[in-house]
């Protein structure tokens, strides 16, 4: 399963299927990014990073892909699992005076027994 | 064990009320964050503190007014509280100020105004 991020912001999946959830930039200036996952009632965690001098970047069982051109970042779920099912949230490092994470909207995740 | 603790998880109150949210983190960090995310869960930075200075402040209202007693807690205590106030309040620390690595989130606080 897939979602378009800021325009789908829930995405379905059964469980053991791959997912992918994309996420749009705001600034070609933002050189780090981070993928967070927050559960029900807890404050985000963090998954996995990439700088801007990568293209792909691959953790246990998570792989983020970023595409500078089109300012496209995206997380790919690969066998996912009830556990996997919350909200993740993409974050670019803004630079320019004082660095700050800045978080997109969140895409729900939900992954079918 | 807990890394990033917040106190209390739950805050009911009424409008024009003062209320504090405490938040110390056991991780040796230099930099702390009070971070507000809205009923759609859009997540915003509002204030970052690095041992005990201001950095960032996000065009908060000044009723908010965070307090670093030590480099290992930060506070926020909000004067006349607002209905628009209602809000999970996420504090976070991070090892340096310089952004690269991952930012430790506390649990939250649910501020509900009535």
């Known amino acids: 399963g897939e979602s378009v991020g800021l325009h789908l912001p829930t995405l379905s999946v059964q469980e053991g299927d791959n997912s992918i959830i994309n996420c749009a930039y705001s600034?070609?200036?933002?050189?780090?990014f981070i993928w967070y996952k927050q559960e029900s009632g807890k404050g985000p965690q963090f998954i996995i990073d990439?700088?801007?001098?990568?293209d792909k970047r691959q953790g246990q069982r998570v792989t983020v892909l970023l595409n500078k051109t089109v300012k496209h970042l995206s997380l790919q779920i690969a066998a996912t699992q009830p556990g996997d099912s919350a909200v993740y949230f993409c974050?670019?490092?803004?630079?320019?005076?004082?660095?700050?994470?800045?978080f997109g909207k969140g895409t729900k995740l939900t992954v079918n027994p | 064990d807990t890394a990033v603790s917040q106190t209390p998880k739950y805050l009911v109150t009424q409008m024009g009320n003062d209320k504090s949210i405490k938040c110390e983190q056991n991780l040796g960090h230099d930099t702390m964050y009070w971070y507000k995310q809205d009923s759609k869960k859009f997540l915003k930075i509002m204030f970052s503190?690095?041992?005990?200075?201001?950095?960032i402040n996000e065009t908060v209202p000044n009723r908010f007014s965070p307090k670093s007693p030590d480099k290992a807690h930060l506070n926020l205590h909000i004067n006349s509280l607002e209905l628009g106030d209602s809000a999970v309040y996420f504090c976070?620390?991070?090892?340096?100020?310089?952004?690269?690595?991952?930012?430790?989130f506390g649990p939250g606080t649910r501020l509900t105004v009535t």
């Open positions: 976070a620390s991070s090892q340096v100020l310089e952004i690269r690595g991952e930012q430790y």
């Open positions: 974050a670019e490092r803004k630079q320019g005076g004082s660095e700050k994470l800045v």
């Open positions: 600034n070609s200036a933002s050189d780090y």
């Open positions: 503190y690095n041992n005990k200075e201001l950095i």
């Open positions: 990439i700088r801007s001098n990568m």
